[in-house]
């Protein structure tokens, strides 16, 4: 598939809003499954039960409005590296790392992320990492209120205060408006 039909693809597949009493339970995708096709990428928390902690928009800012939640595209590579690679796109453009910072724009060279294969993520689900970084959060509220709007995320300083989380993938189906994928 070429870039620019992933692109395309992303555009189509960005979600309608969703109105707040409504949003829906996204199932996270097992060990083995995350990070293909369309899907959202959703914050967990690193500690504890693992809460779901919100999703990312389709800049790549942390929410926890769920009508905010973007709605990605991954597309897998064939590197020959042991690990699985792949880049994400949205309706904004492709994602990136710049320094500690998460983002999507239509100016960002696709970044070539992983899935965290260290036992210190969470247990049987993927995790995003970027080398040798995954775990992320904000230098404002972890996670950030509704009332704050979508906040930066990075890579975390150890400075951040509050709950740290992983990037993980709740896949979608559908056509243009997509629906949740159920995960036993």
Not at 7 to 28: H, M, Q
Not at 57 to 79: A, D, M, P, R, Y
Request: proline share 9%; net charge neutral; hydrophobic share 35%.
């Amino acid at each position: 598939m070429r870039i620019s039909t992933v692109l395309s693809l992303a555009s189509l597949a960005t979600a309608a809003p969703v109105p707040e009493a409504e949003a829906p339970k996204f199932g996270i995708a097992p060990a083995g499954q995350g990070f293909f096709g369309a899907g959202q990428v959703r914050t967990l928390w690193n500690q504890g039960d693992h809460s779901n902690l919100g999703c990312l928009t389709n800049t790549g800012l942390w929410t926890t409005n769920e009508s905010q939640c973007g709605t990605f595209v991954s597309k897998e590579l064939t590197t020959g590296y042991s690990v699985k690679t792949f880049q994400l796109f949205t309706s904004a453009g492709p994602c990136s790392i710049y320094g500690a910072k998460f983002y999507c724009d239509k100016n960002a060279t696709p970044f070539l992320f992983g899935l965290w294969p260290w036992p210190n993520s969470i247990p049987g689900v993927d995790s995003l990492r970027a080398g040798q970084y995954g775990l992320m959060a904000t230098f404002g509220n972890n996670p950030p209120l509704k009332e704050e709007g979508p906040q930066e995320i990075h890579f975390v300083t150890y400075r951040e205060t509050g709950k740290y989380v992983w990037l993980t993938w709740a896949p979608l189906r559908g056509g243009p408006i997509l629906t949740p994928v159920p995960i036993e």
